[in-house]
């Protein structure tokens, strides 16, 4: 089963049972042709779903930030996965080797809550995490067919690999399908 694995020991690494992968906070993981990726706690971090309809092959990650570039120290240590602006690009690549062409690719987003108040609500991190992402789509011409974004509560996403469907589950708001 393909999947990607930072390698960073304080993500916990991808989790796969019974043909589900779980992503945690900082990675990704793609798949083809069946099963299912979840990610968890997508509070201010967002959760960019890629899929290649014609293949078959999807993609999840689950970014914490939105810019690498504020952070110096990219050594060997460096986490793609954790950054907007990096783990997007990286997500895509990981896709091609499964045979997705990005010509084909179509994103669904989720997250970038506020979920604390603060004074400055145009600098939450949530906020910062979103335009990125958009942007970073924008750049590499993928278009979004979906997204729930923004509020102040959590949310859970699911990719099911077989059909692209992309469902958002929230406590207290119930389930759904972008």
């Known amino acids: 089963m393909p999947f990607w ?16 992968i779980k992503v945690k ?24 779903a890629l899929y290649d309809f014609a293949t078959k092959v999807g993609g999840l990650a689950h970014i914490l930030l939105s810019d690498s570039t504020q952070f110096k120290n990219k050594g060997e240590s460096f986490n793609k996965a ?13 896709m091609e080797k499964l045979g997705g062409r990005r010509t084909r690719f179509q994103a669904k987003i989720a997250g970038g809550s506020q979920l604390f108040a603060f ?9 910062k995490n979103v335009e990125a992402v958009i942007r970073t789509l924008k750049e590499m011409g993928i278009p979004i067919l979906g997204q ?10 699911r990719l099911f690999i077989d059909s692209g469907k992309v469902l958002i589950s929230t ?8």
């Open 5 to 20: 694995d930072s390698g960073d020991p304080m993500a916990n690494n991808i989790i796969v049972e019974n043909n589900i």
């Open 25 to 48: 906070i900082a990675d990704l993981a793609v798949q083809k042709e069946q099963g299912i990726i979840i990610t968890v706690g997508l509070g201010s971090c967002v959760g960019i």
């Open 82 to 94: 954790k950054f907007a602006d990096t783990a997007i690009p990286f997500l895509a690549g990981e």
């Open 119 to 127: 004074q400055n609500k145009n600098t939450s991190v949530g906020e």
């Open 148 to 157: 729930d974004v923004r509020g102040n509560y959590g949310r859970t996403m």
């Open 171 to 178: 406590v207290g708001k119930g389930e759904k399908d972008l």
